[in-house]
């Protein structure tokens, strides 16, 4: 069964003049299935058709229903061309919501393309930054050792010059007592 909202609507449509395939676009648009669109379609031309106390027999025309007939088909012609003007008004309309709806859709997606985007930059920013920490952590490591290596040479170093100290102390005696093994000799 045909939804009645979607059929009051196109009713209303028809009736100011609009085609079914502008209505069911606009009902697109707004959301609804187009299956339940062209079931309220066929609904309401179903109803157009079964208009009351017409039948398919041809009837004699007289005078009256000729001039009844073009004064209504006069009126029928001013109404083709409110509805073909209002239409193009509709259309402008429409075009210019439809731009705008469409500028708005883009730039909604390049908001969000640009939000993933921050997203991964921030995600890469933390990953740096714990890099660092940890490069200054070894920073600070080596920097360590490397004092404690400096203070070990100095260390070294002065045990070095006490050795050379020592030996030439050691390097006199030898003298000494090389001399005072010849002197003892000659006596």
Known sequence: MAN???VNYLEKGKK???SF????NKLLEGGFFESDIDEAVEAVKSKL???PGKSKK???VTGKVNKVKKSNQKRKKENRLKKRKMKRLITKKNESKFVLSAAIRDLNVEISNLNREKAGMQKQLKEISSDMDVDRGKERELQEKIAKLIEREAKLNQEKKNL???IDKIADKIGK???IKSEMSEL
């Open 4 to 6: 009645k909202d979607l």
């Open 16 to 18: 100011g003049g609009f």
């Open 21 to 24: 395939s502008l209505l069911k």
């Open 49 to 51: 058709e079964e208009i």
């Open 58 to 60: 041809v009837r004699k």
């Open 164 to 166: 050379e100290v020592k």
């Open 177 to 179: 007592i090389s001399k």
